[in-house]
């Protein structure tokens, strides 16, 4: 199946496998609540269990060091392209407000960055 559109998350290399995973899970709900058209339908089993919409479209998660983070940044805002991102200091933070807080403190280009391009 060819797919117009896909979803591309850079996540830096240097993280623990735990906060990889949390910053691709922040950063494709983000995608998500900006895109609701990217959400399949609901899924069901053969029993009739149901279960949750997914994301239906490719996502491809690459890794990269700071430097290719900041040009990844650089590109989608160079082409109007409005990203998802995670900062360092959010894996200090217990809620939504406290996340937005230490991204509002940063200036992008000193962001330690977890971009996803949609």
């Not at 900006?34 to 009739?48: K, L, Q, V």
């Not at 279960?51 to 890794?63: A, D, E, H, N, R």
């Amino acid at each position: 199946m060819q797919f117009d559109t896909k979803i591309a998350v850079v996540i830096r290399t240097d993280l623990e496998a735990w906060q990889k995973l949390n910053v691709a899970s922040f950063l494709t709900s983000g995608i998500a609540a900006a895109f609701p058209d990217c959400i399949g339908e609901p899924y069901e089993d053969g029993s009739g269990t149901k279960y949750l919409s997914l994301i239906g479209q490719p996502i491809l998660i690459y890794g990269a060091d700071r430097p290719a983070l900041s040009r990844a940044l650089e590109r989608a805002l160079a082409r109007n392209v409005t990203p998802a991102v995670y900062t360092e200091d959010m894996f200090k933070t217990a809620h939504d407000a406290a996340n937005r807080l230490a991204t509002y403190r940063c200036r992008n280009h000193h962001l330690a960055l977890r971009p996803a391009i949609a």
